[in-house]
T-cell receptor, first 114, second 114 residues
Framework: QQQVKQSPQSLIVQKGGISIINCAYENTAFDYFPWYQQFPGKGPALLIAIRPDVSEKKEGRFTISFNKSAKQFSLHIMDSQPGDSATYFCAASKYGGATNKLIFGTGTLLAVQP | DTAVSQTPKYLVTQMGNDKSIKCEQNLGHDTMYWYKQDSKKFLKIMFSYNNKELIINETVPNRFSPKSPDKAHLNLHINSLELGDSAVYFC?????????????FGNGTRLTVT
């Protein structure tokens, strides 16, 4: 059972355009939603994260939009650059306990064309 | 200075063999993890240790056995390797086990079982 569904599987964007990746979750106990960025041959690295008490979080060109009622969140990359070409993973985890058990989405391969 | 380092980077072996992957972090973090990334890039948690204590043990075959000799090290031993074990294995660490403590991943060990 895939608890975090991510789309699209792949995305091609022109330089300077906006990249949008969407995720949906089922478990209402989730309350922490990070995005990770992975370059080829490297491990994922935290990009930006949000908690459900806010509807939007922005860091530089990267913005997370969060819709609690729809159980959806998305990553927007403004002014996309070729250096942004990577695989992006959304993830979710829930509060409680002494564990950080991240459930990852299936990933989106982003290619930004120059 | 590599924060989370894994060895080896590549591991090619035959079915039935036993192999180990080593992981070390120099971030002073309390919590370490093993994740498996399959051929479709899906990331799934396998184990997590907090201060050398096992806190997450997903439904992983008994052939996989993690060992944490100290807070800075988490090794993964795999017995009787099978074709389906072929994947990239990522070690990660976080400052503490809480849900919003960012994961710092190593660069992975690509395991190929022939």
């Amino acid at each position: 059972q895939q608890q975090v569904k991510q789309s699209p599987q792949s995305l091609i964007v022109q330089k300077g355009g906006i990249s949008i990746i969407n995720c949906a979750y089922e478990n209402t106990a989730f309350d922490y939603f990070p995005w990770y960025q992975q370059f080829p041959g490297k491990g994922p690295a935290l990009l930006i994260a949000i908690r459900p008490d806010v509807s939007e979080k922005k860091e530089g060109r990267f913005t997370i939009s969060f819709n609690k009622s729809a159980k959806q969140f998305s990553l927007h990359i403004m002014d996309s650059q070729p250096g942004d070409s990577a695989t992006y993973f959304c993830a979710a985890s829930k509060y409680g306990g002494a564990t950080n058990k991240l459930i990852f989405g299936t990933g989106t391969l982003l290619a930004v064309q120059p | 200075d590599t924060a989370v380092s894994q060895t080896p980077k590549y591991l090619v072996t035959q079915m039935g063999n036993d192999k180990s992957i080593k992981c070390e972090q120099n971030l002073g973090h309390d919590t370490m993890y093993w994740y498996k990334q399959d051929s479709k890039k899906f990331l799934k948690i396998m184990f997590s240790y907090n201060n050398k204590e096992l806190i997450i043990n997903e439904t992983v075959p008994n052939r996989f056995s993690p060992k944490s000799p100290d807070k800075a090290h988490l090794n993964l031993h795999i017995n009787s390797l099978e074709l389906g074990d072929s994947a990239v294995y990522f070690c990660a660490s976080s400052q503490f086990a809480g849900r919003d403590s960012p994961l710092h991943f190593g660069n992975g060990t690509r395991l190929t079982v022939t």
